[in-house]
């Protein structure tokens, strides 16, 4: 993940560089929305420099305006195949989320936040980077619009709302760590309900297949007999 500002300034530098050099089937639109793209990142580091006050609502929209300007992006990069370059670009979706939490803003919209976030937890292997990760994709969650929480339309199992809590389950499992494991447990009942059962029974089977350690297999053990399903006979 970018530290700051500036390194997902770069990135994005990187990126107008790669696409110009790759310019055959690369159209003015894609190279406006990379200087969108880096507008919203001057204006987001004015904020953080108190140069330019923004007040909550003002920051959902700035960042609600950069999360779909990645979208989109990465929409190009995944058609040309361009994987490295879209990877770093759902990194800085991920910068313009912790911007929007900092300063009391809202997410909208988070499908490239959620991509972001799967594609680095799939790096770590450290647990007590694992553990900050976990806390992370709680904050992503909590800054959630109310539509998003409320996961109305749970008919699609690949839903950002559903995947950031199944892999922020995952992480904090990886984690080892129990009581971020019973926050992260709980959170996840109460967020995708109907989810739990199948999320603690397959998590017991991992428990076998990974050999966790014992404590960890027990958490996950009291969530699984909290959330599954009665046997209809």
Same mark, same amino acid.
């Given at each position: ?17 790669? *696409?110009? /050099?790759? !310019? ?7 190279? &406006?929305?990379? +200087?969108? @793209?880096?507008?919203? #990142? $001057? ?86 980077? *694992?553990? /900050?990760? !976990? ?7 909590? &800054?959630?619009? +109310?539509? @998003?929480?409320?996961? #109305? $339309? ?80």
């Amino acid at each position: 993940m970018f530290e700051s500002i500036n390194e997902a300034r770069k990135a994005i530098n990187a990126l107008r560089d790669t *696409l110009t /050099r790759k !310019a055959e089937g690369i159209d003015n639109e894609t190279f &406006a929305m990379i +200087a969108a @793209l880096q507008q919203v #990142l $001057d204006i987001a580091e004015a904020a953080d420099q108190q140069a330019q006050t923004l007040n909550p609502d003002e920051i959902t929209d700035i960042g609600g305006q950069g999360l779909t300007l990645i979208d989109n992006l990465v929409l190009l990069l995944a058609a040309k195949s361009l994987v490295s370059e879209k990877q770093d670009i759902e990194q800085v979706a991920l910068v313009i989320a912790q911007w929007v939490i900092t300063h009391h803003g809202v997410l909208k919209n988070i499908q490239s936040v959620v991509d972001g976030l799967a594609y680095l937890a799939n790096a770590l292997h450290d647990k007590a980077a *694992l553990s /900050r990760m !976990a806390v992370f994709m709680g904050q992503v969650a909590h &800054a959630c619009h +109310a539509i @998003l929480r409320h996961d #109305l $339309d749970n008919s699609n199992p690949a839903r950002p709302w559903r995947v950031l809590n199944i892999n922020r389950g995952i992480v904090a499992t990886r984690s080892q760590d129990l009581d971020i494991m019973n926050a992260v447990f709980t959170d996840l009942i109460r967020a995708i309900p109907m989810d739990a059962p199948e999320f603690f029974s397959e998590g017991m089977l991992e428990m076998m297949r990974q050999n966790y350690p014992e404590r960890v297999c027990e958490v996950v053990q009291e969530f699984y007999e909290r959330t599954k399903l009665p046997v209809i006979h």
